[in-house]
């Protein structure tokens, strides 16, 4: 699936590319489309092909970021949480609540309606001829087994929404970060591309064989995600009970917030911590797997993020593709140094101005 997403991507890519006259493509919305469609097929088991739906689903993700820098008075000083009331951020969260609850309830309604056509019972397997999504094996989840799983229809929804902010939201602006990083670097762009091509010897579409053995190709992902952390400050937590830390109390259900971007540039642990430099990742066992606290771009512990390998599959296969396909070059014959690389604010950090480039696609020998 996620190959097919790949060959999908390059054929968009050589589409804009050949319809502009300066080859010039809209990265930004291109990575989207690609990271989206994956996701949103392992999630529920199809693309939104309709621009009206792929809509809504932007809007909603823009919404909840946009939520989550407000200041919520009331989250502070709580005898002050009445301003909220007269505010409007209350009215606000509200609608877009509503608004985001109608958009997951049409996804969980449409997998029930199929269910019920089916007239299967769900018992974990394939149904044969199509397989099983993320959706029909939340619904599939048998409450009266050995675990006691209670899923309610609300614990999905916020499920599908998890899929949706990680798997599309959080990678496609890693991706979009990578690429940005590599054209204001051309040395570590060569470098990355003659890996990618070498590996993938003339082949047109590179496989998840082939990222594999790229071991520049995961230093360079691995510098994007600690240099561009896409969530700063990760997800708001709460200490389940009290705990002493350095002589400061912290009481049960204070709400901690950990500076990942800090941590991921800390001076202490990084040589030159503001530097894009992948070869700081060869020959280093510094991992994102939650065990180097240094570096932590999936958090760690039990709530660090449970996708990371889909994440880094689809991260991977994406640039790879990118790289060996074509060759990238800043519009208009600009200087490299000039590209914008202002951030917007939230709870995802995003590039502010879309990457455009121009792609000139590659010539193969066969
Ligand atoms: C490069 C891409 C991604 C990055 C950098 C990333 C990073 C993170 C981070 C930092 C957290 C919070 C961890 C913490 O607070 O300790 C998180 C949570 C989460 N991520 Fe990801 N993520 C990515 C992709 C994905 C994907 C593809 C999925 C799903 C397929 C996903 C699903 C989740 C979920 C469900 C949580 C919440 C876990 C919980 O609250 O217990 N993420 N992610």
Redesign the pocket.
């Known amino acids: 699936m996620r190959e097919e997403e790949t060959a999908c991507l390059i054929e968009i890519i050589e589409r804009s590319s050949s319809s502009s006259v300066d080859n010039l493509v809209d990265l930004t919305e291109i990575l989207f489309m690609y990271v989206n469609g994956i996701?949103c097929r392992a999630t529920i088991g199809r693309k939104f092909s309709d621009k009206r739906e792929l809509k809504r689903l932007r809007k909603m993700l823009d919404d909840m970021s946009h939520l989550s820098t407000m200041f919520d008075v009331g989250n502070w000083i709580p005898w002050l949480s009445w301003v909220n009331y007269f505010n409007g951020v209350n009215a606000m969260v509200e609608k877009k609540y509503e608004e985001g609850k109608e958009f997951l309830e049409s996804i969980v309604e449409e997998h029930m309606e199929k269910k019920k056509k089916k007239k299967k019972k769900y018992d974990g397997e394939t149904n044969g001829d199509e397989a099983e999504n993320f959706v029909d094996v939340l619904l599939g989840v048998d409450h009266n087994d050995k675990h006691h799983i209670q899923l309610g229809r609300d614990h999905i929804k916020a499920l599908i929404l998890?899929?949706f902010a990680?798997?599309t939201e959080?990678?496609h602006t890693?991706l979009t970060w990578a690429m940005a990083e590599l054209i204001r670097h051309p040395n570590i762009m060569n470098r990355a591309q003659e890996e990618v091509r070498a590996i993938s010897k003339g082949k047109q579409i590179v496989t998840e064989d082939d990222t594999e053995k790229m071991t520049y190709l995961h230093a360079v992902i691995k510098e994007t995600?600690r240099l561009r952390p896409?969530?700063p400050l990760?997800?708001p937590?709460e200490s389940t009970e009290h705990v002493k830390i350095h002589g400061y109390d912290i009481p049960a259900k204070t709400t901690v917030i950990v500076n990942?971007w800090a941590i991921c540039r800390d001076p202490i642990a990084w040589v030159e911590p503001e530097k894009f430099d992948p070869d700081r990742f060869m020959d280093s066992k510094v991992d994102f797997k939650g065990q180097d606290f240094e570096y932590i771009?999936?958090?760690?512990?039990r709530?660090?993020?449970?996708?990371v390998a889909?994440?880094i599959a689809s991260?991977e296969l994406g640039l790879a593709n990118l790289l060996n396909r074509f060759d990238w070059a800043m519009p208009f014959g600009m200087d490299p140094g000039e590209l914008d690389m202002g951030e917007t604010s939230g709870l995802t950090v995003h590039k502010k101005e879309n990457l455009v480039l121009a792609a000139v696609p590659r010539q193969f020998d066969n």
């Open positions: 996701a998890d899929m990680g798997g959080i990678t890693v995600l896409s969530g990760m997800v937590h990942m771009p999936f958090g760690a512990g709530r660090g993020c449970p996708g889909f994440a991260l």
